[in-house]
């Protein structure tokens, strides 16, 4: 069965430097979510899509900004990063009401 | 502040034994997930328990749910050394399909 798929697998930045990380829905998925996982801790919820319209916020940098397009496919776009931007950044999908969000495999971000 | 709290946060058993995870959330919830990490990768979904559930099965897992304690146990039979992994509750909240808030994991060792 198809995945979530997530790309890059692995970035590496510098300070101040931007970047765009990729996530493909499962197929016939509508809803797309961004979470943040920082070494050791849990995921932190930071933004949601449904059908290609912001449906929910978290605790998400003013520095950060995403969007779904029309093929439901989304961007997380990170500008000036920062040393603690460095994390696991995972993409999850859901179709319609279904209660399960399904995960990618996440990017790493590793910030120099 | 965490919705969610797991203990133990790291638990090590031998081949064979069960292993019993615990979760606490703090507001009223729509369904309570668990899901499973391997060393800092994926995260895979593992069993979905509903608000009005108190006990689910699923192969060698069993969830139990205390919405009046806001608690949730998963519990690993006849573990293997393949079960060796961080091990997540997640909360969604009573609107269906929103973020998902997690616990803080924990980290199951089985030691063959």
């Known amino acids: 069965a198809a995945g979530v798929i997530q790309s890059p697998r692995h970035l590496i930045k510098e300070k101040r430097e931007t970047a765009t990380l990729k996530c493909y829905p499962i197929p016939r998925h509508d809803t797309v979510y961004w979470y943040q996982q920082g070494p050791g801790q849990d995921p932190q919820f930071l933004i949601s899509?449904?059908?290609?319209?912001?449906?929910d916020k978290g605790s998400i940098p003013d520095r950060f900004s995403a969007q779904q397009f029309s093929d439901y496919h989304s961007e997380l776009n990170m500008s000036s990063l920062e040393l603690g931007d460095s994390a696991l950044y995972f993409c999850?999908?859901?179709?319609?009401?279904?209660?399960?969000?399904?995960f990618g495999p996440g990017t790493r971000l590793l910030v120099l | 502040s965490q919705q969610g709290e797991e203990d133990p946060q790291a638990l090590s058993i031998q081949e064979g034994e069960n292993a019993t995870m615990n979760c606490s959330y703090k507001t009223s919830i729509n369904n309570l997930q668990w899901y499973r990490q391997n060393s800092g990768r994926g995260l895979v979904h593992l069993i979905l328990?509903?608000?009005?559930?108190r006990e689910k099965h699923s192969g060698r897992l069993r969830v139990t749910l205390d919405t009046s304690k806001k608690s949730s146990s998963l519990l690993i039979t006849a573990s293997r050394a393949a079960d060796t992994a961080s091990y997540f509750c997640a909360t969604d909240r009573e609107t269906s399909g929103s973020r998902l808030t997690f616990g803080e994991g924990t980290q199951l060792t089985v030691n063959p």
């Open positions: 999850a999908s859901r179709r319609g009401l279904e209660e399960t969000q399904y």
């Open positions: 899509f449904y059908e290609k319209m912001q449906s």
């Open positions: 328990i509903r608000s009005n559930e």
